[in-house]
């Protein structure tokens, strides 16, 4: 069957509220810009700006929030027929603070982790090309089962996994949970995007990179990126020497938020463009740099970056 869906989005769409002022936590933060958010809508809305077709799977209120996230989606051409609208809860809405690094947020989640079976059909998996989450999107019922099980059915149905490990303490009823729910997926070889900050709050210590490696590695991982901020990129490849390069050169951080989001978009991106390992990190980091030079989200002309490939 012809793959007519480049990427399958899986988890939350919200509302981020980011923090007007630069550098304060959310306690000294005065005001608030609203921002359509959530780590698999960005992916999605970036792919979208890349001139692949992304389907977003996601849950939303009946209200106004939800009414601006299908007009800002079907803005950019993410195909939202797989997002369903509840009247029992409200649109999942996060303050986040604006800064240099890893923001601090306050989550108000509700209707985000309402994803049901029925909004992705064997049809939909057997059309896709990457079927994409993220732990955020898997620390709650009922959308846990739901992805775990779709994930399989993904892998069966032939499609590539992918999953961004944005782990978050405060999203999870355990720390042996959230490690539980990482391992079954990875059981699918998934490629795996994680940070330095998500693994120091993951297995609460700072561990050596080759350590966090060799853990997914055992998983049955056989890719593993590892963002390290301003020093760059690590990639390592099951069997393979670990692949480092530095991060692009940027004169002012304008928003860390979404930065994570955007590298691995371009990462997925030439990736779908079957690139190499090495052309999708330089593509990812490119993406990294642009949207940390952007508040709130990536421009409208990032098709310049299909000249690089």
Known sequence: ML?????????????DFIGHQHGVQINNTRDYHRYLGGSPANVAMNMARLGLRPVLVSTVGDDGFGEYIFQRLSEVGVITDHIKKIDDKPTSVIFVSRTDGTPDF????KADIC?????????????????????????????????????QEAFKA????????NYAKKLWKSQEEALDVVKSYCKFNPLVK??????HRLFEQRLPHEDIFAFFHKMG???????????????????????QLPAKKVEKVQDATGAGDAFWSGFLFA????RSVEECLEVALQLAALKLQNVGRLPDNIDILSNLL
Not at 271 to 274: F, G
């Open 271 to 274: 990736y779908v463009k079957e």
């Open 106 to 109: 306050i989550p108000f989640r």
């Open 115 to 151: 994803i049901s079976e029925d909004q992705i059909s064997q049809d939909i998996l057997r059309k896709t090309k990457i079927f994409h989450t993220t732990c955020f999107a898997l620390s709650k019922e009922p959308a846990q089962t739901t992805i775990l099980k779709k994930a």
């Open 221 to 243: 991982v056989e890719t593993v990126c590892l963002t390290l901020g301003s020093s760059g990129v690590k990639l390592s490849r099951k069997g393979s020497k670990i692949i």
């Open 158 to 165: 032939g499609c590539k996994l992918s999953i961004d490990v």
């Open 194 to 199: 994680i940070s330095e900050d998500d693994m």
């Open 3 to 15: 793959k007519s869906i480049d990427i399958l989005c899986v988890g939350e769409v919200l509302i």
